[in-house]
């Protein structure tokens, strides 16, 4: 048996006092795009209404009539749940919200899945034998990078130290735009989008000082910071 | 409250056992109870320097195992009344050593002395991450050469990640040590300059060791070199680390170029 995570976008429904209200009014909304939660994890959040266990029970199956089936509920107490409920849930982080809107067509575009963080910032020198990956975007260090250490970004790398070890930007193939910039250059290797320079390539009248490096079509270029 | 430091270094031979001697006797003579303990099991070298090897009957691995109780493998200084050895085992390996073991005997430690030091094994292996495990505060020995200053780096990252109180997301207090350093090779550029280093490790210095016969002496004796000449430049350092390990406040004695009279030849010439 293999136990393996996935996340999913799930959209929050809050109801809000009085329920049979806010039914109607979700009827409303309905009644323009029906097969809006047809295939939509949606997560019930309670926290601005204040429901017996039968009141929940009565909610849940309200919506599962509207075609809303609802695979978690939050913001509950726990004793108000049973079996015949969906159980609760914890952690969830804010994504961007949805309209409510009709389907324009087979191409509609995907869920817009939640904001995830697109840069780290390491507050720490990074040491020699330390790998740092983040293909999500950009990295930004503080200090030094050792040698022996690496980082591997996704975006573009900023190191306000001494980069001694390797710095690998654009690590996905996919972003000819991503750069590295350091204060001070010492690296063992430097490279973006999978064209590499080693400590050897690198012009000595550069050492030592701010650069930045980019990609020009296959070609990776440094040049030296003002 | 008592205190338990790790002597660490990425790359052996660096100067661990002889600091771990040096920093123990100069805190014991400034009246702290201290014990040395020495975690490089399967190699033995703390008792040598400590001149207790002809005294060990029971080691660490022996108390770990049950075979000792701790008092019996504890070894009192002759010198000095507040310093204590626990030796490490020659004939076992390091896997005798266990995480729970090595647990129990630290927190025994701790209640009977100020200053546990444990002096580990070099590199990251598992005897070197036990040893720091369960440490306060870390002292990193650093040679002025870049393979030394590259390993330690190493170790500083474990020590910022693999110990109990990184786990707990504290951070675990660390020094850094640079031994053998040597003033004329320093200027000649033979050596990497301590600001050099400084810059490397990013770590804040406990003291400067400068390079003398003094150290290899003492060692060979069988004496911490804190103790055989307490007026001797690295008896000094040592005494001062120690004192800044206590928390006082110690300006830095940085070692100086001597100039010998051949040195004074050769720079008018080169002038």
Redesign the interface.
Known sequence: MRLIGRSYMAFALTPEAPVADWLADLDVRLARAPEFFADRAVVLDLTSVRLSRAGIEHLVAGLLERKVRVMGLEGVDPSKLGPSLPPLLHGGRAAAAAEIVKKTGPAEKPAPSSPRPTSLLLN??V????SIVFPEGDISVL??V???AEIVAGGSIHIYG?L?GRAMAGSLGNNPDARIFCQKIEAELLAIGGYYRTADEIDDTLRGGAMQAWLDGTELKITALQ | MSKVIVVTSGKGGVGKTTTTAALGAALAQAGESVVVVDFDVGLRNLDLVMGAERRVVFDLINVIQGVAKLPQALIRDKRLDTLWLLPASQTRDKDALTEDGVQKVIAELREKFDWVICDSPAGIERGAMLAMRHADAAVIVTNPEVSSVRDSDRIIGMLDSKTEKAEKGERIEKHLLITRYDAARASRGEMLSIEDVLDILSTPLLGIIPESEEVLKASNIGTPVTLSDRSSAPAQAYIEAARRLQGEDVEMTIPLVRKGLLDKLFGRRAA
Do not use: F, I, K, W
């Open positions: 720490e020198p040491r020699s034998g330390q200090g030094s050792a040698s022996g001494t001694r």
